[in-house]
């Protein structure tokens, strides 16, 4: 099955910084990969995705890259902001299996 | 709409106690999780179900069941609770459209076994 590796497991960057997590997959008939955000003591909530005929999607701040290849797919946040600080968890598919999800990223924005 | 509601929020139970939390979506997805949440293992699937009246198992089945009588509730049923499963559960409904898929997650239940 889906094995999802998810790094660092922490990150402090200083407010205004960017800040990048990586992710690698294991499946390569994986196809869909998208990030869910939780705030200290809330539900995770989807923030961004990508499907695999896709290379990169932006939203604002936010921006995912996929590279199939290698297998891996990573998560961009610029101009980072004290309410960025969150776990951020990564997780693929092939869509119509269920999510398998990483073990999440602890980022500090530090004002 | 209310989204996905999950109760209790919070339960302390007794080694070999049975309970059942509740979980209810009324968005009409025919997708629904469980999942727990443990401090560095991230969010582990326990069981799902793709349908009323279809269920399957997850990353972490053993010790839980779940049932599916209709689209709106997927309860988890823990059968004689042990210290290892205190966690955080969540549950999570969703709905998939031309290969993706948003979960949308239940506000949570912490429990604690004793």
Not at chain 1, 84 to 90: K, L, P
Not at chain 2, 30 to 54: F, K, N, T
Request: proline share 5%.
């Amino acid at each position: 099955g889906e094995n999802v590796e998810q790094h660092p497991s922490t990150l402090s960057v200083q407010e205004g910084d960017s800040a990048v997590i990586k992710c690698t997959y294991s499946d390569s008939a994986s196809n869909y990969f998208p990030w869910y955000k939780q705030e200290l003591g809330k539900r995770p909530q989807l923030i961004i995705d990508i499907r695999s005929n896709v290379g990169e999607k932006k939203d604002q701040r936010i921006a995912v890259t996929l590279n199939k290849t290698a297998k891996h797919f990573s998560l961009h946040i610029t101009e980072t902001q004290p309410e960025d600080s969150a776990v951020y968890f990564c997780a693929a598919s092939q869509g119509n299996t269920p999510l398998v999800f990483g073990k999440g990223t602890r980022l500090s924005v530090i004002a | 709409n209310a989204g996905v509601t999950q109760t209790p929020k919070f339960q302390v139970l007794k080694t070999g106690q049975s309970m059942t939390l509740q979980c209810a979506q009324d968005m009409n997805h025919e997708y629904m999780s469980w999942y727990r949440q443990d401090p560095g293992m991230g969010l582990r699937l326990i069981h799902y179900s793709v349908g009323a009246g279809i269920t399957d198992q997850g990353e972490v089945p053993n010790g839980y069941n779940v049932s599916r009588s209709t689209t709106e509730d997927f309860p988890l049923r823990l059968l004689s609770a042990a210290p290892s499963q205190t966690s955080v559960y969540f549950c999570a409904s969703s709905h998939r459209d031309g290969g993706k898929e948003t979960q949308y997650f239940g506000p949570g239940t912490r429990l604690l076994v004793l």
